[in-house]
């Protein structure tokens, strides 16, 4: 393993573990969508799939719930340790135009439709940090998301590529990083 990986690894695990450098948010009640069952949608609570097999996509929907202390301070996204990945090994993250999706399906999203395209974070490995399309990397105004005072925002990883595989268990997966809030 390269020095440098491994030096950006430990930094990161340091600030994430203690809170020293930002706050991270984590996915909330993941749906699973699946273009092989597209009437149907399954809650899975903790456990989010993105896989394309056989040309049939499955994606994953979640909500973050952003403090009020999140607006006027920048947000990125982060992914790492998935439980598996395979294939490309890639996703697109997009915003929702709602976080109401307990009843979307992949034939019917209602307000849970696609909304903006984040980024596509690319290299996802389990033990690893994955890396983002491009740079500066997703970093954005957390207010964009959060809204003026706070509160929830849907979003989608899809799958990237003809054959892709990745499965992520919380406290591990998707997460969206609070700069400068501890």
């Known amino acids: 393993m390269h020095a440098s990986y491994v030096l950006t690894a430990l930094l990161s695990a340091t600030a994430f573990s203690t809170g020293a450098f930002s706050r991270l948010l984590?996915?909330?009640?993941?749906?699973?969508?699946?273009?092989?069952?597209?009437?149907?949608?399954?809650?899975?609570?903790?456990?989010g799939l993105v896989q394309r097999t056989a040309g049939k996509a499955t994606s994953s929907l979640c909500t973050i719930t952003y403090p009020a202390e999140a607006v006027g301070k920048k947000c990125r996204l982060t992914f790492q340790n998935p439980n598996t990945a395979t294939g490309s090994r890639k996703a697109q993250v997009y915003t929702l135009g709602s976080p109401n999706y307990s009843t979307s399906t992949f034939n019917s999203r209602g307000a849970a439709y696609r909304d903006q395209l984040r980024g596509t974070l690319f290299n996802a490995a389990v033990g690893g940090i994955a890396s983002w399309d491009s740079p500066p990397g997703p970093e954005f105004d957390c207010a964009v998301d959060a809204g003026t005072a706070g509160g929830k925002k849907g979003y989608e990883l899809a799958p990237v590529g003809d054959e892709d595989l990745i499965r992520f268990y919380f406290p591990y997966g998707f997460k969206v990083e609070v700069v400068g809030l501890v």
């Open 26 to 47: 984590q996915c909330e009640q993941i749906v699973q969508i699946s273009e092989a069952t597209p009437n149907i949608n399954t809650p899975t609570g903790n456990y």
